[in-house]
């Protein structure tokens, strides 16, 4: 919820998938190595933890006005 929040605060455009649905669970585990939400992948690299999901996006999408 927390990383859901600030998307929605910062009015950043990401594609957020279902990952209960097998494509998407494949490449999360395939891709990311584990099946653990949040994960935002950053250039192919996966991000897990909620807190350092939301200071990347606050440091790379400031709030728009």
């Known amino acids: 919820m927390k990383v859901r929040r600030a998307i929605r605060r910062l ?14 669970y494949r490449r999360l585990v395939r891709d990311g190595g584990m099946y653990q939400i949040p994960c935002l992948f950053i250039d192919g690299k996966p991000m897990y933890e909620s807190d350092d999901i939301v ?11």
């Open 11 to 24: 009015q950043v455009d990401v594609e957020l998938r279902n990952i209960v649905w097998p494509p998407n």
């Open 55 to 65: 200071r990347f996006l606050e440091e790379h999408f400031p709030p728009k006005q």
